[in-house]
């Protein structure tokens, strides 16, 4: 296994866990770029918990994370008016029915005008506590973007950037987040891939296959260099943080067999602790299939196929499909890789996983039907 660069992130990790478990876009693009440029010891004339100036998308953010609304509306809000998401796409990623999703946002419109609401930055004490919603808008932002929820292109470049630029603001806003800094390094490492996600056709390539000296490694950089500062002096672990590293054990490694896999298996431990769900669990079974064999990470994905939430998610029988192929069982895979690609709304996906599901085949020497 080759010398880790990050490899004392879990160690860290660890340590943080164990101490704290006993929780006019062109013109404003410009601006917000000279803004982040700028040494913050020229910013003379304005508090130091001021928000960047020049900037009504990041007023907007907070106005819609207003502590009338719960949690959730807060974020559903934030999608549809920040990230201009539509409802079909918000409801996807709270796993609730549209009709449902569209109450909610109708109802969160007319909390905010009965509370009264000003379209101005919230005082610095209240800038915190909206802070978690705030940055899950951008995770999931960031998310749609870089997967399309449905449709036939892959990724969205738009709701990619916008995310990244709000999540640059965020941190400049407020720079001793944890979080906040957390996410902004998970989005860097992350969309440094972009350019190796797709071939010239539009076709979706994985991560295992795609060309990693495409990969941009000024982002990688910049992204592995803010999470290690981040978990340095952080004083309580949170999921963003966790994700971060974990990318950055992907984005140092040379190929998928070099990859660090007990170090991010460790990781996913850590965060399904932290942030429980069955997504994390999952990616968690991929992990654990990778140090321990394709069927224990089997087992796992089976508990995850009990939650009902996941029952028609094609990335369940996805991670399944890909398990039972490395398990050697081709007949189940491919069943599972057809299914996936049943689910899926995502047109680039759905042809990645009926191509998987047509090789799986072909490899067994018999045609494709």
């Known amino acids: 296994m080759p010398d880790n660069p990050y490899g004392w992130l ?16 062109a013109r404003r693009r410009r601006e917000d770029e000279d803004l982040l440029a700028t040494p913050s010891s020229m910013f003379v004339a304005a508090p130091p918990d001021e928000p960047p100036p ?3 998308s990041l007023t907007l953010l907070f106005l819609c994370c207003h502590p009338a609304l719960s949690p959730p509306t807060q974020i559903a809000l934030t999608l549809r008016a920040v990230g201009g998401l539509s409802t079909a796409e918000i409801a996807h ?19 905010i005008r009965k509370a009264g609401a000003r379209f101005e930055p919230p005082a610095a004490a209240e800038r915190v ?11 999931l932002m960031f998310n749609e973007g870089y997967a399309v929820t449905a449709g036939p292109a892959l990724r969205r470049d738009d709701l ?3 995310a990244l630029r709000l999540a640059r603001l965020v941190h400049r806003l407020l720079p001793e987040e ?5 996410l902004l390094a998970l989005m860097l490492l992350t969309e440094a891939h972009r350019d190796a996600r ?14 990693r000296t495409r990969w941009d490694a000024e982002m990688i950089a ?4 803010l999470i290690q500062a981040t978990l340095a002096r952080s004083r309580a672990l949170g999921p963003y943080q966790l994700q971060a590293a974990i990318a950055a054990v992907h984005d140092e490694a040379e190929s998928v067999e070099a990859t660090d896999w007990a170090e991010v298996l460790a990781l996913y431990e850590l965060l399904e602790r932290v942030a429980p769900g069955p997504m994390v669990t999952l990616n968690r079974a991929v992990a654990l299939a990778m140090v321990r064999g394709p069927e224990t990470g089997l087992a796992l994905v089976e508990r995850v196929a009990g939650d009902e939430r996941m029952a028609s998610h094609h990335r369940l029988h996805a991670a399944r499909a890909h398990l039972l192929e490395m398990a050697g069982r081709p007949d189940e895979a491919r069943e599972c890789y057809r299914t996936a690609a049943r689910y899926a709304t995502s047109v680039p996906e759905q042809r990645y996983l009926q191509a998987r599901a047509a090789e799986t085949r072909a490899r067994e020497g018999r045609p494709s039907r």
């Open 10 to 25: 879990v160690t860290v990790a660890v340590r943080r866990f164990t101490d704290h478990v006993r929780s006019d876009a």
């Open 54 to 56: 020049g900037d009504d």
């Open 93 to 111: 990623a709270f796993f609730v029915p549209e009709a449902t999703m569209a109450q909610r946002i109708s109802r969160a419109k007319q909390a």
């Open 129 to 139: 506590d909206r802070l978690h919603a705030v940055l899950h808008v951008l995770y």
């Open 160 to 162: 990619t950037g916008e």
């Open 178 to 182: 944890a979080e906040a800094a957390g």
């Open 198 to 211: 797709t071939a010239t056709d539009g076709s979706l390539i994985t991560l295992d296959l795609q060309d």
């Open 222 to 225: 910049e992204g592995a260099t």
